[in-house]
Nanobody, 115 residues
Framework: QVQLVESGGGLVQPGGSLRLSCAAS????????MVWYRQVPGKQRELVAR???????NYADSVKGRFTISRDNAKNTVYLQMNSLKPEDTAVYYC?????????WGQGTQVTVSS
């Protein structure tokens, strides 16, 4: 059984920080690229950050310089450190594992940036 479980979301003020975690089980974690997506109602899901099995990263322009993706293969966990949060970062954040034609999704965690 494959499971991706996100945690760390919540309500934060503009300028604040959150760290999202995604714990994976049931996959050979180290060979998967791990990706964070986000989605707001009425808008297409967008890629936020990606980290390959080799540790290469890329980011959406909107979060570059503010967000950092990392992974701990020993813990089968990928993280998204989010700093300098803005109201437009408000979304449901989803964890995704990708390897060749295989892909798995977490259930999502809500991030709300508001004063």
């Amino acid at each position: 059984q494959v499971q991706l479980v996100e945690s760390g979301g919540g309500l934060v003020q503009p300028g604040g920080s959150l760290r999202l975690s995604c714990a994976a089980s049931g996959i050979e974690f180290n060979i998967y690229a791990m990706v964070w997506y986000r989605q707001v109602p009425g808008k297409q899901r967008e890629l936020v950050a990606r980290i390959t099995s080799g540790g290469n990263t890329n980011y959406a322009d909107s979060v570059k310089g503010r967000f950092t993706i990392s992974r701990d293969n020993a813990k089968n966990t990928v993280y998204l450190q989010m700093n300098s949060l803005k109201p437009e970062d408000t979304a449901v954040y989803y964890c995704n594992a990708q390897w060749l034609s295989r892909g798995y999704w977490g259930q999502g965690t809500q991030v709300t940036v508001s004063s």
